[in-house]
């Protein structure tokens, strides 16, 4: 009867322990899954769900009737080829949700709204009606095409400002001990735009098992702004080589800004002869048919004019 008492206390606080060590390990995991499903959240509100405007939301509505035009546009897709259509695209960021094939259908949709519009023009009897039924389908087609590419280069413009204020703050971050992935995690909340958008999406996909390495040129096809891809490349070549990741952050961020201030430079240089040539053929003939309009004006119709004298 000892003996089984014995066997009993100890099966009972072998079970508690076993009990208290699968309750610790399922509080552990859940903190862990909960700090991850946080981590998908703010991912999901920062690049899928951003703060659309009414003039988004009006877009997002306009294109939708364009989907019955992307069979067609998939066909008549000069100078939108559907490899470019797909990189512009990806290095704007995708804009609107937009996909190649409403991309393509958007594009035929402008152009039919543009030859409307000429109809329009020669009913009403406007001037000009004939040329706009040529030119505004024209419009319609390539300023679909210019826009999006603008688009894509103004998120590249503002992802190269950016930068070298994100490696500095990286860089001091990595040199305090932290690591690489905690440091991007933490940073990135602190900026707005495209280069938030590009590292969490990066901290995403390291998140869900993807080989550092591939991440990296992920990056690399997304991004076609200068400064970015010899940052992934360092990047690259420190993990290959094992080069310290603080130092490449901090002389790539001093790098970066004495690029910007060269091209600043080169900017004001090149805005000289354009201020010239618009002083010389723009607003010194204005100036001098304005003062030879004056004088004209005085000669006859002014005091002791030639009207007078002839009077």
């Not at 009867?1 to 066997?7: K, Q, R, S, Y």
């Not at 080069?243 to 090149?270: W, Y």
């Not at 010194?284 to 003062?291: D, E, L, V």
Request: net charge neutral; aromatic share 12%.
């Amino acid at each position: 009867m000892d003996g089984l008492l014995i066997v009993s206390t100890l099966l009972f606080w072998l079970f508690s322990a076993l009990a208290l060590k699968a309750w610790y390990d399922y509080r552990r995991q859940k903190q862990a899954l909960t700090g991850h499903l946080i981590d998908l959240e703010e991912f999901k509100i920062d690049t899928l769900q951003k703060e659309e405007t009414r003039l988004s939301q009006l877009f997002k509505r306009l294109f939708k009737y364009a989907d019955d035009f992307s069979a067609l546009g998939q066909r008549i897709n000069f100078f939108s080829e559907k490899h470019e259509v797909e990189d512009w695209l990806r290095k704007a960021g995708y804009p609107y949700d937009l996909t190649v094939e409403r991309f393509q259908g958007i594009k035929i949709f402008a152009t039919v709204v543009g030859f409307g519009c000429g109809l329009v023009a020669i009913v009403l009897g406007l001037p000009l009606a004939h040329f706009g039924v040529i030119f505004l389908p024209l419009i319609g087609y390539f300023g679909v095409i210019l826009t999006l590419k603008g688009k894509a280069k103004a998120r590249q413009d503002e992802l190269r400002y950016d930068l070298p204020d994100f490696l500095d703050i990286v860089s001091v971050s990595l040199k305090a001990g932290v690591s690489l992935d905690a440091t991007l995690r933490e940073v990135v909340k602190y900026f707005d735009g495209p280069l938030r958008e590009e590292f969490m999406r990066f901290n995403h996909e390291i998140e869900l098992g993807v080989p550092r390495e591939e991440a990296y040129r992920e990056l690399l096809k997304r991004n076609d702004n200068e400064e970015f891809q010899t940052l992934i490349k360092s990047l690259i070549q420190g993990m290959q080589l094992g080069v310290p990741i603080a130092t490449t952050f901090k002389i790539q961020a001093d790098d970066m800004r004495t690029l910007r201030r060269e091209l600043v430079k080169e900017k004001a240089a090149k805005a000289s002869p354009k201020i010239t040539l618009i002083t010389t053929f723009v607003v010194a003939p204005t100036a001098i048919m304005m003062i030879a309009g004056l004088m004209i004006i005085n000669m006859f119709f002014g005091e002791n004019s030639l009207m007078d004298i002839f009077k």
